[in-house]
């Protein structure tokens, strides 16, 4: 039978990078049980029997977020066989704290002491027999990023699980919490399984509501409770969980002491140098800006631009499609079915493949700057202009996990406590540019603007600037009115990305895309082929614009026409990307025959010159940035939202923001370009008053939201 070991730790502590390098590939992810926190499960490599199961990442098991609630829950209700606590050695202070609740749970617990090369480096000094004896479990020395101790400290949990050895806690409270904590497990003794007691004790003098709601205590014993909790708070002047935190701190320095030695405790990092320059009041956003200027740059531009080039050009260009379009022939295969696999299939699917170097490149780069530690600056550097705006610099976050892809970034608000900030942050952070919409920034960027490097970052910071605007007017509405969350957070040391995590990190994010071109883009490829050859009478149509697709498209094109590109080819691709946001991209492949031009070896650019201006295409490209996302996100919306309405209104924002944004860009281009003024122009003009008018109003009264802050961290 496999022995499941939870992997936990404080976020930053090096749990993912210790996951990959105990499960390797041999990976799944999924969902827990009703929520939509996503979860790592994966087997020891080289074994059969060891499972990983990586938690989310929490500093304790006193819940504010709800991936705090979805670990408590897992490690109370489930039951692992073991825990594998990571504590990173360089901050070992604050990571021991979860420590000790961890050791409270009646389970079997080692510590991967990671971070271990560091700590060695810094010539500081942990004596890990002594700590070991002091904390109650064994500790195993390790560094994910080098490579060692990960697979030990995995083998040692499974020894004790098989052997059914549990901790138990070492750590004692002071005589008047102790004789508290006592009082209660006397009065819980038959309700609770006994390797638990000591925790359900804790938790209720802490006054755990969930803890409390669960043991469903009768009103008599519930006031006996608050009687014994309220006598220890009166004699230690104090309310019960600060109690709890400074017992638990005070234990903690006390071990420090005892086993760590640091060699100079006055000694700069280089982390912290680098820091004073890179998150400057000053100088940060300016670095952030260049540091996401030269990634867009390398990746759409050079070194991005360069396979993609070679991708349409050389790959699909003169060697698949006149592959496939010869071998079909030389099977007499009829006209139709030729063209629904050259100019349908491999147009379509092949649009949207071309430009997967650049994306491989994008995620490259992010990957590294995560690796590194630079995207907690980010972060960090990001709270500071949100804060300013009355928003949670937690928001951010998922902003980050939405350059990859939008439907994680969702559902990564789940870590922001406050309601309405989860609210606002579901909202706006589908307007950072996801790797699906890539394409269409590389598309346009190479079709209209000849590659210009400004493209693809204006593209970036578009999305960031939507964020900030929308987060001032929503917050001011009564519906999201409320203190912003508290937003406290560690920063790594820098340190060498590791190659292994940096090509693993961009390949999980570009996989999905590759089985989005195999599945979904494929299926809506043929579909718009079909559409785009069949007319109403279903009889092939010779001319695209006599078609179901055009007659449809045609139907709502006015609709666009103010934005400048009122044309029903564009209004089918803007639709279709509602599906998937690559689809835009492989639906012009398909209506505008990219396979075929490619094939007789001309450039695909000239047919949309022929479409769009440039700021025509400019505005396209804003408004499928800023639209509603596509269904898999706007599915992970309903989910977070928990309301049809809620969804609805996100959905509705969300395509109102891009539709305003680009009649600004187009009407006001066209006056000062053209000297045109238009109807379109004067209502242009009425969208800028209202958001001016909107940023500038005074924000509705109403009650402020209780914002609790994480008292156990001490960072």
Same mark, same amino acid.
């Given at each position: ?103 409270? %749970? ?255 490149? %994008? ?32 928001? =951010?976050?998922?902003? %980050? ?85 508290? =937003? ?41 082929? =079909? ?86 295409? =400019?505005?396209? %490209? ?94």
């Amino acid at each position: 039978m496999a022995v499941k070991i939870a992997l936990a730790g404080n976020p930053n502590s090096g749990k993912t990078t210790l996951f990959n390098n105990l499960t390797g590939s041999s990976q799944y992810v999924g969902n827990w049980p009703g929520v939509t926190v996503e979860k790592k499960e994966g087997r020891v490599k080289g074994t059969k029997d060891i499972i990983i199961q990586d938690l989310p990442g929490i500093y304790s098991l006193s819940p504010y977020t709800l991936e705090e609630v979805v670990t408590r829950n897992y490690l109370i209700n489930e039951r692992p066989d073991a825990i594998l606590n990571i504590v990173d050695a360089s901050n070992i202070e604050r990571n021991l704290y979860l420590t000790t609740q961890l050791m409270e %749970l009646g389970l079997p617990v080692v510590i991967a002491l990671n971070m271990m090369d560091i700590v060695r480096k810094n010539g500081d000094i942990i004596n890990v027999k002594k700590l070991s004896e002091a904390i109650g479990c064994p500790i195993i020395e390790a560094s994910a990023l080098k490579g060692y101790g990960s697979k030990e400290a995995a083998e040692k949990a499974a020894e004790l699980a098989a052997k059914g050895q549990k901790s138990k806690p070492r750590h004692q409270f002071s005589d008047r919490v102790e004789d508290a904590l006592n009082s209660i497990e006397r009065l819980i003794g038959g309700k609770v399984e006994a390797s638990l007691l000591r925790w359900y004790a804790i938790k209720l003098f802490e006054r755990d509501q969930r803890v409390m709601e669960k043991l469903g205590l009768n009103s008599g014993m519930a006031e006996s409770i608050e009687k014994i909790i309220s006598a220890c708070e009166a004699s230690l002047d104090d309310d019960s969980e600060s109690i709890i935190t400074n017992e638990r701190y005070i234990y903690i320095g006390k071990v420090i002491e005892s086993c760590y030695r640091k060699k100079n405790k006055s000694h700069i990092t280089v982390s912290d140098k680098i820091d004073k320059i890179v998150t400057n009041r000053y100088l940060a956003f300016p670095i952030f800006a260049a540091v996401m200027f030269l990634v867009y740059y390398l990746s759409i531009s050079t070194i991005g631009s360069w396979a993609t080039d070679w991708v349409n050009d050389t790959l699909f260009g003169e060697i698949i499609s006149p592959a496939v379009s010869g071998f079909l022939v030389s099977i007499n295969c009829a006209p139709w079915l030729i063209s629904l696999v050259a100019d349908g299939i491999v147009g379509g699917v092949g649009a949207v493949l071309g430009f997967l170097p650049q994306m491989l490149v %994008l995620f490259f780069f992010l990957s590294i700057l995560e690796d590194c530690g630079y995207m907690a600056r980010i972060a960090f550097i990001m709270d500071r202009i949100f804060r300013k705006f009355g928003l949670s610099g937690k928001s =951010f976050i998922p902003m %980050l996990i939405a350059t990859g892809c939008g439907v994680p970034g969702v559902m990564a608000s789940r870590t922001v406590e406050n309601e309405s900030d989860r609210k606002i942050t579901i909202m706006t952070t589908t307007f950072m540019p996801c790797g699906a919409k890539l394409p269409i920034i590389a598309l346009i960027a190479g079709a209209l603007f000849s590659g210009s490097v400004w493209v693809a970052p204006a593209a970036y910071f578009t999305g960031i600037a939507a964020i900030i605007l929308s987060g001032i007017i929503l917050k001011k509405m009564k519906a999201f009115a409320g203190e912003a969350s508290p =937003f406290v957070m560690e920063l790594p040391p820098y340190h060498m990305p590791s190659p292994k995590n940096v090509l693993l990190h961009m390949w999980d994010r570009g996989k999905s895309f590759i089985k989005k071109a195999g599945t979904i883009i494929l299926l809506a490829s043929v579909l718009i082929w =079909f559409l785009s050859n069949l007319s109403w009478s279903f009889q092939m149509v010779e001319d695209a614009d006599e078609s179901i697709l055009a007659s449809l498209g045609g139907f709502l094109a006015p609709v666009f026409a103010p934005l400048g590109w009122g044309d029903w080819k564009s209004t089918v691709a803007v639709f279709t990307g509602l599906v998937a946001k690559e689809n835009v991209v492989s639906t012009f492949g398909v209506l505008y025959g990219f396979s075929e031009i490619a094939e007789n070896g001309a450039e695909i650019w000239p047919v949309l010159q022929a479409v769009y201006t440039p700021l025509a295409a =400019f505005s396209f %490209l804003i408004f499928n940035l800023l639209c509603a996302p596509c269904f898999a996100a706007i599915g992970a919306i309903r989910r977070e939202m928990g309301s049809a309405r809620w969804t609805w209104i996100a959905v509705g924002y969300q395509t109102g923001l891009a539709y305003a944004v680009s009649l600004c860009i187009y009407q006001i281009g066209m006056l000062v370009t053209k000297n045109s003024f238009v109807i379109g122009t004067l209502a242009a003009f009425g969208v800028i008053l209202l958001i001016v008018y909107m940023l500038l109003r005074p924000a509705s009264k109403t009650g402020k939201d209780a914002v609790r802050v994480l008292d156990s961290l001490k960072i």
